[in-house]
Structure formats: C-alpha cells, structure tokens
C-alpha cells in the first residue's frame, strides 16, 4: 500500500482523491468465504445451461454493438417487479454501483453534495469522491436505527442534492420503513433532492416488508436501486438496475457510455429472469440459514441484529478482531467491519453455516482464543 500511495503522489492526482484507498474486502483462499454477502449457493445447473445457451446465441452477433437500449432487459425487469412499472421506467448498468454512479454523474457533481448515514455501504462516499461530490456524513441512533424524525430533520438542516437510504442497510442488515423514506423525500422538496433507496438485498427481506416501489406514483425524484448479484446469483455477471419516474432514466442517458451494457450481460440477465423460480428456491434457503445464524448467536450469548439481508451483523465481542483471526485459522473468513465489538457474516449454505457456527462456538468458549 505505501508503494501504491508513492506511485499516485508523482501524479497530478485530483485533490479530493488523494490520500484514498480504493474499496476492497479480503481476498483470500480459504475454504469458506462468508464475507462480501454473496450467493454462495451457486447457479443452479438448469440456470447455468440456460444463460450459456444465450450466451452462445449472442456471440454470434458479437461483431455488432448491443442493444444501446437493452430494451427486451428492461422490459423483463420491470415485469419482475411489477407494481405497475413499464420499460420506461427501468435502467440498468454493470452492477447497481454503476447505477449509482451515474446517478451521481447526473445529479451530483462539483459544488453539490450526498448524504448517507454511517454505518452503511461503503462505496456511498467512494462513488461520491470519485463524481466529485461532496459526502456529508449523518447521524444514526445509538443502536444504529434511522427514524422517519431524524432523517427528515437532517435533510432539511443540510439540504443535501441526494441521499442514500440503504434498505436494508448494510452492514447492519435492518430495512427501513416506508415512513422514513416518504419523510426524507418530503423533507427534501425544497432542495429538490434525489432520494435513493438502495434495496440491493430486498428479495431476503422477512414475508410482507414492503419495498420502496410501492412509493414511486406521483414522486418524480426518487429512485430504488437494485441488483441481480445477490438473490440471482450473479456476482460475477455484473448486472444492477434501478425504477424510477421515466425522466430519471432519461437523465441518466446523459452520462451513460455508448452501449456500456454488453449483449452478453444482456443475454445472462434476460436468461436468469426468465428462471427466476430455481434462483429463488435458493433465496428462500439462504433466509432459512440467516434466521437459524441469529438464533445460534443469540444461544452463545452474543448480540445479532434482525436481519432482513442474507448476512448478520452482531455485537457483543470484546475483541472482534480476534475473533475474526480465529474464524480465519479455522477455514471460515467473515467480514471485519471497523466498528467495535462487531462482525458480519454472510448466509452460506447449510453446510457453510454449520462450519461457521462451530467454529464460532469453539472461539467463544476458548478465551485464550478471544484474547489473541
């Protein structure tokens, strides 16, 4: 890292990048990786001989550019999420980051500023850093909620051109209510703020939580994003969207890069959303395995969060980071998160989880282990 730093002080770096790190979490092989919120159950076979088909069908127009539009995607998308949305309201990118960023591209920029609410996502301030937005930083609860009163009093205080409101909110796993987001937009007429509701883990949510989409009739500056890399199991297709009012999507055209979404990218998405049904088999597994992570947390003593996400945040260690160490010795690698007395660690499969727990359990009893 201290090369790295030497190499970009010798060049004319933009001022509000210098002194950065680019975002990254462990990359490390070990047996079981429960630590950046991945499907670790995998595509099934049936999905994954339906998306190389596609692909094999599309390869055979890779001489022509894409469909700038990707106008068959957007329609499958907006038939995935219904409440009434049309083609015209949808957008996608590589990746919801990529959504975000030129969400910030067209409605952010120098002299204007983001809001998000720490702890949360951190690529907020890197997408903010990298447009040259300015990133303020706001307040949560002690137990790290966000009320409808808070949130709304911060954006009227700080008149913030947009807000991110992670839902749930990562890394803590807790969703939002509707009443928060209705109060912040409210609060934000007179700034005229874009309010984005990150819902990159909303198909995990417990049965009946309601989704942001349900407020999108008639509020022209709000946004939900989403993305295909978590519930679809598409990591490693890159593939994030968002639904929002039409002139969003025409303002995003703005910025976006010509054809930036590849027929291949197309092609896998359009093939995971026509069998969704497998995907969300697994989905409905990986909620089994969160709800049985809380409850064997909760046995051991320690402090799990509710968690409408595929992952759980929880407390109550008095060295985190040792313990983290040990899961690590063990085979199992988690998320360290930087906030005292605290982990995360993703839903894996039944066997990944099992692996975890033990593991855990051991360090836990063991306080020669905690210590170290």
Sequence with gaps: MTDQLERLNRLPLRTNLRGMSPYGAPQLDVPILLNVNENTHGVPADVRAAIAAAVTEAAAGLNRYPDREFTELREALAEYLGHGLGAEHIWAANGSNEVLQQILQAFGGPGRTALGFPPTYSMYPLLAAGTDTEYIVGVRADDYGLSAESAARQVRELQPNIVFLCSPNNPTGTGLGLDVVQAVYEAGQASQTIVIVDE??????????????????????????????????????????????????????????????????????????????????????????RDRIVAELQRMGLKPSASDSNYVF???????????????????????????????????????????????????????????
């Design 200 to 289: 990159a883990y909303h198909e995990f949510a417990h049965d009946g939580t309601p989704s942001a989409l349900e407020l999108l009739p008639g509020r022209e500056r709000l946004i939900v994003s989403r993305t295909m890399s978590k519930a679809f199991a598409l990591a490693g297709a890159r593939v994030g969207y968002m639904a929002a009012a039409p002139g969003v999507a025409d303002a995003l055209r703005l910025v976006r890069l010509p054809y930036h979404l590849s027929a291949i990218t197309q092609a896998t998405a359009l093939a995971a959303l026509h069998h969704r049904v497998a995907l969300m088999a697994d989905v409905e597994d990986i909620k089994r395995q």
């Design 314 to 372: 929880f407390g109550g260690l008095q060295n985190p980071h040792a313990v983290w160490q040990g899961l690590l010795d063990a085979g199992v690698l988690i998320r360290d998160v930087g906030i005292p007395g605290h982990l995360r660690v993703t839903a894996g499969t039944e066997t990944e989880t099992t692996a975890f727990l033990e593991a855990l359990d051991q360090i836990l009893s063991s306080p020669a282990k905690q210590r170290a």
